[in-house]
């Protein structure tokens, strides 16, 4: 049986490691969303999993609880979360053929601290009342002065946004990704806030005409009666980098902790995660892209078009976080115009 724990149960996972076969995770995603690859796995395994969820500070636990830590496997979204679990020293080096045959190079840690499972896109929301098809081709483009007033983006501070500025960096470098971000925030509609869904929200409403979002949203929004009539008002442009470069994408992903007391399960885990049959349920549940590329992408996000990921290692995009964090509050992006 899969227990669920709270965070202010995690620390009795101590006490449980010997009496059975099991997992312990800390999970930046939401149990619901993370139950069905959990139920999989114990079926296939008989090994329990227990999950605490952390939506904030979870590095922060790791290294408080040191050598202690009953956790075995940090699971969380975004590259800069990832890379900064690693640099934090609360991850250990995985070194196992089965992940790295599974996992694209451009989609794990080269020294194999973290691996990704799935992806996401992060696109343009368009209208399909104002915004042609074809009229959004690069994130170059979003700067160009035909867009003045038309718009919405969540603030550039996130870490979805600073993601973008800092493949924007990676190809173009820090003064063009510069003068790009002013132009940028000289065409938004109206101050950054609130989420990517209330970007859509705010098209729907006709208070812009685009905005920057994450893929999976637009599931998210489906799946929610009262967003359903925003979802439909748009649809999913996919831009490039104008250099030859492909769609930004971004990764969910898995890591050993650096005490795993449940090392050898938790391997089991993680080589279960990147099998074909995981990566499609865990994709489907999420409505991201598999990480392995042979899995089967769901009916709902192939839906949304094809496009080609750009090939940028998400090891370079985390590399220029700083920078990116340092542009946006350089212009004041967060201000609106």
Not at 50 to 57: C, E, F, L
Not at 64 to 69: I, L, N, Q, T
Not at 136 to 141: G, L, P
Not at 301 to 308: L, N, R
């Given at each position: 049986m899969?227990?669920?724990?709270?965070l202010?149960?995690?620390?009795?996972?101590?006490?449980?490691?010997a009496i059975?076969?099991?997992?312990?995770?800390y999970s930046?995603?939401?149990?619901?969303?993370?139950?069905p690859?959990?139920?999989a796995?114990t079926?296939e395994t008989?090994i329990?999993t227990?999950?605490?969820?952390?939506?904030?500070?979870l590095v922060e636990?790791?290294q408080?609880?040191?050598?202690?830590?009953p956790?075995?496997?940090?699971?969380?979204?975004?590259?800069?979360?990832?890379a900064?679990?690693?640099?934090a020293?609360?991850t250990?080096a995985?070194?196992d053929?089965?992940?790295?045959?599974a996992?694209?190079?451009?989609?794990?840690d080269?020294?194999g601290?973290w691996?990704?499972?799935?992806?996401r896109a992060?696109?343009?929301y368009?209208?399909?009342?104002?915004?042609?098809?074809g009229e959004?081709?690069?994130?170059?483009?979003l700067?160009?002065?035909k867009?003045?007033?038309?718009i919405?983006t969540?603030?550039?501070?996130?870490?979805y946004?600073?993601?973008?500025?800092?493949a924007?960096?990676?190809?173009?470098g820090?003064?063009a990704?510069?003068e790009w971000?002013q132009?940028?925030?000289?065409n938004?509609?109206?101050?950054?806030?609130g989420?990517?869904r209330a970007?859509?929200?705010?098209?729907?409403?006709?208070?812009?005409?685009?905005s920057?979002?994450?893929t999976y949203y637009m599931?998210?929004m489906?799946?929610?009666?009262?967003q359903?009539?925003?979802?439909?008002s748009?649809?999913?442009?996919?831009p490039?980098?104008?250099n030859?470069?492909?769609?930004?994408v971004?990764?969910?992903?898995?890591?050993m902790?650096?005490?795993?007391?449940?090392r050898d399960?938790a391997?089991?885990?993680?080589?279960f995660l990147?099998?074909?049959?995981?990566?499609?349920?865990y994709?489907?549940?999420?409505?991201?892209y598999p990480?392995r590329p042979d899995a089967?992408?769901?009916e709902r996000?192939?839906?949304?078009?094809?496009?080609?990921p750009d090939d940028l290692?998400?090891t370079?995009?985390?590399a220029?976080?700083?920078?990116?964090?340092?542009?946006?509050?350089?212009?004041?992006?967060?201000?609106?115009n």
């Open positions: 899969i227990r669920t724990v709270t202010a149960l995690a620390g009795s996972l101590l006490a449980t490691t059975a076969e099991e997992v312990n995770i930046y995603r939401q149990p619901e969303l993370i139950q690859i959990l139920d796995f079926e008989g329990t227990n999950v605490a969820y952390i939506d904030k500070g636990r790791l408080a609880e040191g050598a202690r830590s956790a075995d496997i940090i699971m969380t979204v975004d590259i800069s979360r990832l900064a679990a690693k640099d020293g609360v250990q995985v070194d053929e089965a992940l790295k045959a996992v694209p190079a451009n989609l794990r080269d020294e601290h691996y990704g499972l799935t992806t992060r696109i343009v368009a209208s399909k009342e104002r915004v042609a098809e959004v081709t690069t994130y170059e483009d700067a160009d002065p867009w003045k007033g038309r919405c969540r603030p550039g501070t996130h870490d946004n600073l993601g973008l500025i800092g924007m960096i990676a190809h173009n820090v003064e990704t510069e971000l132009g940028v925030k000289a938004l509609a109206q101050k950054p806030e989420n990517d970007q859509v929200k705010a098209i729907w409403a006709g208070q812009c005409d685009i920057l979002g994450n599931g998210a489906l799946d929610d009666p009262e359903v009539e925003w979802a439909n748009v649809r999913i442009d996919f490039t980098f104008e030859g470069g492909g769609t930004h971004n990764l969910s992903g898995v890591a902790t650096a005490s795993a007391p449940n399960a391997l089991k885990f993680m080589e990147v099998s074909p049959e995981a990566q499609a349920i994709a489907a549940e999420v409505d991201e990480a089967m992408t769901s996000v192939a839906s949304w078009g094809e496009f080609t290692e998400l370079e995009i985390a220029h976080r700083a920078e990116a964090l340092q542009l946006v509050e350089r212009v004041d992006f967060d201000a609106g």
